[in-house]
């Protein structure tokens, strides 16, 4: 499972023939693809990522979801570099104990994702490789998803796609949850039902024209009465 | 090694009061967080050395990224009008359009944001802290002339490590309205209008040609909303929707947001009457 200097591209094609002299120089990051989903609706959240963990040209594992929950109305997706993903999350959590440790509460969904930024932050110059995205319950119970970029800049949305295939979805997401560039339509609220078809879907549609989106979609659903995950297979090629 | 030192200390080592560090490992109290925890002001940041690699995967070429960006500030006789739009990109690739590039300080500082947008908001968010401190030490709100040294001051300790940051302090006080531009290069320039990012020759066209000493408030508003939206129509990187501030006496108050695409329709159907 070395990175070695053959997927050292960040998952671009690497040229099969060289043509002049090669340089192979260790590089400290691996890309291991997928890609995730974050959706808020009035009273819910949904995390959603696919579970497909590759490498250049490899699959490593078919069963490698990208949600990770956090509190009971918390969870965090997070795609890129999973060397990276692994120690973030181990960060995060332990930081999550001591905190619920001095002040005898949880965190809020508001306050991880501030002190995520911190987090990455910290480390601005040699940053975390990943790419992540908070969804959860606001302290009123409404659904609240956090963005972030790798050094920790972060604002909060109402849907966002990360990850490999988060050029495809966005737009996608942008014009049925958004309504952008519609006219003349009406802005229906979001109901969990539409918004879960509608998570279904665009992964779906991801897995056919990503090749590091697949094998199967993990769901995770926040509402009040707490985290429920279901999953749905898709394409394995 | 880190996950002990993690698991040994408070995490909050930014109010670095106490340099002891339990069995972490490093001397001047560095955590496995990312945070030191230096005795003072606690305000100096940890630096990791990244190794050297020229990796274009690497997230560097990731991070979001404001140069594509436009924003203005300037002075006028009622205040200071702060106007930016609110795209970032990555890249090619439209990131967000819904930034809020205008940085809350406090009830009368705003600051806007340019360059790498983590930069900008990790140290306006310090500067706020930094800010409030002054005030409880000395029983009154810092001047905008000091909380842009301040924040100057900060990043001039990482010039040439490649942040990207290019601010503008906008505030009143004791000395009326006050308007400062601030960037990573170690830049700390007072002035009555600065337009920053790649949009801004566009919006400088724009306020130059109407900026007048009489202007009043609706009218100061909107050649910032006109200037901003103009640059959004010509420079690919800017766009999504206006945010206009105005900063008076009092403190700061949100004017307006608009949508460019809205702005248009406005505008040409005024231009056709």
Redo the contacts between chains.
Sequence with gaps: MLSTPMF?????MKEYHHSGSTEC?????A?NGGTVLAVAGEDFAIVASDTRLSEGYSIHSRDSPKCYKLTDTTVLGCS?FHGDCL?LT??ID??LK?YKHSNNKSMTSGAIAAML?????????????VYNIIGGLDEEGRGAVY?F???????R?SYKAGGSAS?MLQPLLDNQIGFKNMENVQHLPLTLEKAMQLVKDVFISAAERDVYTGDALKLCIITKEGIKEEMVPLRKD | M??SS??SR??LGLFGSDAGSVGAGFSDGRT????SSVSGDGLSF??????N????????S???FLHGTTTLAFKFQHGVIVAVDSR?T?GS?I??Q???KVIEINPYLLGTMAG????C??WERLLARQCRVYELRNKERISVAAASKLLANMVYQYKG???SMGTMVCGWDKRGPGLYYVDSEGNRVGGDLFAVGSGSMYAYGVVDSGLRPELSVEEACELGRRAIYQATYRDAYSGGVVNLYRVHSQGWERVSQDDVLQLHQQYKAEAQD
């Design positions: 050292a591209n960040g998952g671009r120089r260790f590089s400290p990051y890309y890129g120690t181990k960060i332990a930081r001591m930024s911190t987090i990455l932050y910290g480390r601005r110059f040699f940053p975390y490789y963005s970029d790798p050094v920790g800049s972060y604002q949305d050029a | 880190a996950l993690i698991l408070e995490p496995g967080l990312g945070f940890d630096i990791r050395a990244p190794p690699t020229d990796d274009e995967a690497a997230p560097e990731k991070i979001e970032a990555a690739y990131a967000s819904t930034v809020k790498g947008a983590a930069d908001s990790f490590m490649g942040l």
